[in-house]
């Protein structure tokens, strides 16, 4: 049954293909020869493509950011909250584009797009990206649109990390860097944490080293373990006690293994409807992507000066409860920002919500973007 | 090689096995028949039989907590910092009696034990236990050992869980209870970790449903992945960084998914040698044992009132950077105790070693926790 679109929504959209035929080298050595980006574009570029805002996705996210597929969708895109008109990033003023990174499951080239070497899926053959080889993508759609710097690249966690290196790898192409729940490099525990979910995905028989799909299946199970890890160290402590507390979803214990607590049943959801529909490739790759991320590592490890290359504005954004990413990882940022002269906004931002936070139309939160975002369209007399 | 035994160690010893024939009925409602508890002594029980201290072990702990089994041992028992000659528990001083649980896998009858019902090990038809069972067990070995009343009931962790279901269960039994990095139950998240572990043995193709022994197997890449999860949440942000940093076993990066930074090596060794040496299921009923845990449930949800049945006095203790169990914790049995009028000590230990730093020899802690113990043997004229 077909649903009212609501009034402040983007409304329908229509994913597109980009085609790249030139090769692009990664940082690895390894080149792809040609390469496609889905994505999707919301609201209008203006005559002369000042108002073009990117927006770049989280491990486990994609190019449809805002609105719906169609009027029988029941969910719009994962940022619907903040992309629209009137909403933070207003599309009455800018053009907006999400796209699905290199790399992904969501229709840009990825583990799951047949390898022209071989003619099979590529698998784990698939050669590993990193966030600079993202942004260099990026840009490359960036010039198939026509587009020569934007008013502003955004991004939450690991999309906080491409907003941050496309103001080192092309400080002339970007007015404003959004960088939202992020920190400037993972630590031995972020590392400790993606390893452990990896080895849930590697350790599944049906993994097939990376070619199940030549095997004609998935590994489900580890994919399941994964994301059932993942998902927990998004939210806060707090947050899944006022969610779910000790609940029992029977009257009292039973003494077996079927899970007990409404937690356990949350978890075991998300954890199996993500196995279906994500793939374990895309999964290693994306947590690889962050893992190896430290721009810092090629400015003798000095944050400062690594960032001194930047010449745009920066909001930084971070959530009192977010344990993946804290606060002070934030302010690592931004200290660094301020050491190197920059302009920065800072909000930490009161939430017990989590590292999830950043996905949520929290108010303070959702005011102080709009207001950042108003003025980047002044400033640029949008 | 025969290595120099400290002289402040208890020296060699040698693990003992009682044999209960009398039924014991489970708080589930199962009937274990007969069963055995392997524990170890340490110290000399004096003529009134009035200084004996129960050591009440973790999740992953056992019966050999100080001391050596020979002079080839290269490690002694897992609480050997804290029990010995002139230790925080003064062997010269206590008689002290530490066992492997019920439902364990160091020698007490568990689910490697053979079923007499069938003849075959008992896998997952071993009987969830519960912290009130197993305080019941060791209740009966204080019965079989002839100890009337503990100077004391110790425990970190789990093990504090047990010293405090002590003080409830049979308050004329001690006269002091001491709660180590404890909590008077777990959050969502804590049974959320659980799950997540339980998840990864339970979905191990290994795992047979309990049965794997049967099978001739084991699920050793899922207790692997448990173990992976468990150790890194026992660690915490700080005491990583520290240790690992973001180092790498090599030069620089490898663009593939075998363990790069040294905090991956690490957690693959210390998955890898626990997935031999622990058994699954009694993993699996270990963390059920902590999931269920919540004697307040029997008094309204009130903690204070649940521990107004105490009559003992209670050291309690906690470490900064726990956050399994976070100083909060504690300080919702202290903030109880001191609600139902109850004699409490408490330390909240400055420390970057998590949940871990229990185990740890910290100056601090060990000198409080040496004072509060030789009150202990004061009071009681020992």
Known sequence: MPQEIPANSVGVVTPQIAIFNEPLELRSG???????????????LNADKSNAVLICHALSGHHHAAGYHSTDDKKPGWWDSCIGPNKAIDT??????????LGGCHGSTGPTSINPATGEPYGSD??????????????????YLG????????GGS???MQA?????????RLHNSVVIASAPKLSAQNIAFNEVARNAIMSDPDFHDGHYLKHDTIPKAGLM???????????????????????????QVSYDYTPEFEVESYLHYQGKKFSTTFDANTYLLMTK???YFDPSQYYENDLAKCLSHAKCKFLVVSFTTDWRFSPERSEEIVDALIEADKEVAYARIESEKGHDAFLIPIPRYVKLFTAYMERVAKELAL
């Open 30 to 44: 390894k080149i792809l020869e040609r390469y496609e980006l889905m994505y999707e574009t919301y609201g209008e």
């Open 92 to 101: 009455n003023k800018f053009f907006v584009i999400a796209l699905n990174n």
């Open 126 to 143: 698939f050669p590993m990206v990193r966030v600079r080889d993202w942004v260099e993508s990026q840009a490359r759609l960036a010039d």
């Open 147 to 154: 587009i020569e710097k934007f008013a502003a690249v955004v």
């Open 158 to 160: 690991l999309g906080g």
């Open 164 to 172: 941050m290196r496309w103001a080192i790898q092309y400080p002339e």
């Open 225 to 251: 373990q994964a994301r059932m890890l993942a998902h927990l160290t998004y939210l806060s402590d707090d947050a899944m006690g006022e969610k779910f507390g000790r609940d029992l979803k029977a009257d």
């Open 289 to 291: 992507a962050l893992d």
